[in-house]
């Protein structure tokens, strides 16, 4: 999507000049500031960061790269702008909604900012110089992206990556359309906006395994010398080696990461090989000699865990430590920063915040720069102090936000009914009145940092509270233990979906999380809403057949039907289905599949069920979409042409956003909003809702009576 040629406005204008606002709206949230990514320069005096904006109205973005200095001398101001946006596109040939976020990197002198960027549908590296204000493009490619790149070990040049000729991919996909394309169980046709056969991005790329759908693909290496800007093919026996230490700032656990001196690096180890030989054992934190191999556990408890992060050396005049992030506390709900003392063993708390999150951090001058968010801020560029854990604000793009009144929120920890903690984050309704019971919303799947639109950005969490809603941001229960033990990912699938385990973890926490604010006298039980996208949706499926608890529902998509398994993209993920319920549909495993299947089981669906659903996706949810219309059951589904498994476009997300609002007003509450646009929705919902009633189901003792309807906004 073509960015617009300006930087990102994002204070919204009615906060100019400053005014109390009373609650965050569905414009605000879709029209939010996000810093994509930030470097630093060498001397860690400066930070370049990149802004990105919606714009519903206009359904496009504004992006901009800014530089700050980190001693807060100064305002921040542009540095560049940002191109166009750009979807990732995987190695099959296939989108996911997801955004591209273009690499970026300081020269080793400090002098100019490198850059990819994306104009017209064409990605090439730039420059920057922030001290003169110069830019220019460095290399010209126009048939094919630069894709990756790093520096050199000396900064004399960059090794860039090269991706494949878009003229040859088109003429490939041009020449199999004329003649029909083959359908190969390994490789299925894409539906996306239309049925189409997608040439791989990389050559002899195979789908034979789950592993390979999120491979990196091996481009064409090319070099560009820094001093003459001239590119040429890398060479054979050439070395395609950089400096990764400055290019990668935001390393793996399984990444060592390197003293000053090179002298010793921190690790990550199985805290205990010989009880945990599964996939994802506990981990614990060690410092090896690099030339020996010698090692140093730390033994302090925070030391070892399965929620272990991040770490870093900082290393001062007086002392050398390693500082790790953690999640960690009741229900693994408190992030927490340690500083350990490999000499003498001493472990010290730096910084603990159930509130609080800290991303992509960088240590530079004894201090963490990180993106740091918090349940009603936004994130915003940050230096943490190791010594007393204060934040101090380097740049916030959205710092308007501090001006809007939010309700009371409050960490919630409950089990799931096989004993797995975890928690969630509880948003109080507006105008609460103690005593008085709510409707209550539930999102799924992650929550932690600012509390937006759950996983995928659908459920605008603040809005639904000051619609007089209470809100429930989940984290799903993670059973470690299990994890920890089983080595085999598909017998782990298999263990995670046997009918006794889905009903003992997932849906059984959320029942546990509403049993919890009923005793508290905070919720209505009968009026609980399910949301759900990706995985959630998955969860939403499964609670619409296994559980009473829910008075309404939202979803994505739709899974787990003999469709979905029919409609997979390759062999794998149908293997994978196969896994999970013990075969294909029409087969032995029939049975399984029609516990599961929501379609299936239509007749135990007491729950109205909205589906927004993508184009590229909504074929998956046709089945039970249809088996519960035939049932009589109120279902709706809408579709977003030109979408995929995360929406992306603006103007979709706001009527995702509006139509969210408007469905469980509707249905827990008895509210519609009485614009004159939305009167066919209603007439709709209406009947729907009268010819539900009339059934002889549990939805009608759930329900009662609602008398009236009240006015409301889905953009308050």
């Known amino acids: 999507m073509r960015g617009l040629a300006k930087a990102p406005e994002c204070l919204p204008q009615a906060e100019k000049p400053a005014a109390k606002r009373s609650g965050v709206t569905a414009n605000d949230l879709a029209s939010l500031c996000d810093i994509v990514t930030f470097v630093l320069s060498p001397d860690g005096a400066r930070a370049a960061y990149l802004v990105r904006q919606a714009d519903p109205a206009a359904d496009s973005y504004t992006q901009s790269w800014y530089l700050a200095r980190l001693d807060g001398g100064a305002e921040p101001v542009v540095l560049t702008g940002g191109g166009d946006v750009q979807l990732r596109v995987l190695p099959d040939g296939r989108r996911i909604g997801e955004f591209e976020n273009p690499q970026s990197a300081w020269s080793k002198d400090g002098h100019w900012f490198v850059f990819l960027r994306s104009d017209e549908g064409r990605s090439q590296l730039w420059r920057a110089n922030p001290d003169t204000g110069v830019e220019e493009r460095l290399t010209d490619h126009p048939s094919a992206d630069v894709e990756t790149f790093l520096w050199s070990g000396d900064g004399e040049s960059l090794i860039y990556t090269l991706g494949p000729d878009r003229k040859v991919q088109a003429e490939i996909e041009e020449a199999a359309a004329k003649s029909g394309w083959l359908v190969e169980p390994e490789a299925m046709l894409h539906y996306q906006g239309g049925i189409r056969k997608i040439a791989s991005r990389c050559a002899g790329f195979s789908r034979a395994n789950l592993d390979s759908l999120f491979a990196s693909c091996a481009g064409e290496k090319w070099v560009l010398d820094w001093r003459s800007r001239s590119s040429r093919r890398l060479r054979e026996g ?44 506990p981990l614990r934190l060690f410092v090896a000699n690099a030339e020996n191999g010698k090692k140093t556990l730390c033994n302090q408890p925070q030391c070892a865990g399965f929620t272990l992060k991040q770490a870093w050396w900082r290393e001062t005049a007086s002392r050398s430590e390693v500082v ?20 003498d063993g001493a472990l010290r708390t730096v910084w603990r915040s159930d509130e609080a999150r800290l991303s992509g951090c960088v240590m530079a001058r004894a201090r963490l720069t990180c993106l740091h968010e918090s349940w009603t801020r936004p994130p915003y560029l940050a230096a943490v102090s190791l010594e007393t854990g204060d934040a101090t604000t380097i740049a916030d793009p959205n710092d308007g936000w501090r001006r809007f009144k939010f309700t009371r929120i409050e960490k919630l920890v409950y089990k799931d009914n096989a004993g797995n903690e975890t928690h969630g984050h509880l948003v109080y309704p507006a105008d609460y009145a103690p005593g008085e019971r709510y409707p209550l919303v539930i999102t799924q799947y992650r929550s932690g940092g600012f509390l937006r639109g759950a996983v995928g950005d659908e459920q605008p969490i603040y809005v639904y509270a000051q619609n007089g809603m209470f809100v429930l941001s989940t984290n799903l229960p993670d059973d470690f233990d299990m994890r920890a033990r089983v080595n085999d990912l598909w017998a782990l699938q298999n ?41 959630g949706a998955m969860i939403t499926s499964v609670a619409l057949t296994k559980s009473d608890y829910f ?38 495993a029939i049975t399984n ?17 909205l589906l927004q659903s993508a184009d590229s996706e909504y074929l998956f949810s046709v089945q039970n979409y249809l088996d519960l219309r035939a049932a009589g059951k109120p279902v709706e589904m809408i579709v977003y042409p030109d979408e995929y498994h995360v929406k992306w476009r603006p103007a979709h997300r706001l009527a995702v956003y509006r139509r969210n609002i408007d469905w469980f007003n509707f249905w827990l509450r008895g509210v519609e909003d009485d614009v004159p646009e939305k009167a066919v929705q209603y007439e709709h919902w209406r009947k729907m809702r009268a010819e539900f009633r009339a059934q002889k189901t549990k939805l009608k003792p759930r329900f009662g009576s609602i008398s009236g309807l009240l006015p409301c906004s889905s953009d308050k």
């Open 324 to 343: 790790f992030y953690a999640l960690d506390g009741s229900g693994y709900g408190t992030a927490s920063l340690y500083a350990w003392s490999p000499s």
């Open 593 to 609: 599949w029609r516990k599961h299947s929501l379609g299936l089981n239509a007749e135990k669906v007491n729950t109205p069920y």
């Open 495 to 535: 263990r995670a979906w046997s009918d006794t385990y889905v009903k003992a973890r997932e849906v059984t926490a959320l029942e546990n999380a509403v049993d919890i604010l009923d005793e508290r006298g905070l919720i209505d039980p009968k009026r609980v809403g399910i949301t759900g996208l990706s995985y």
């Open 238 to 281: 050439e070395s395609e080696e950089g400096d990764d230490a400055r290019q990668t700032p935001y390393p793996s656990l399984k990444a060592r990461v390197y003293s000053a001196d090179g002298v010793r690096y921190i690790g990550f180890e199985n805290a205990d090989p010989e009880t945990f030989k599964g996939i994802a054992p």
């Open 551 to 588: 008075a309404a529902a939202s979803a994505a998509t739709s899974f787990l039907s003999p469709t979905t398994y029919y409609l997979a993209n390759s062999e794998a993920e149908r293997k994978s289905q196969r896994t999970i319920l013990g075969g294909a549909p029409f087969s032995d």
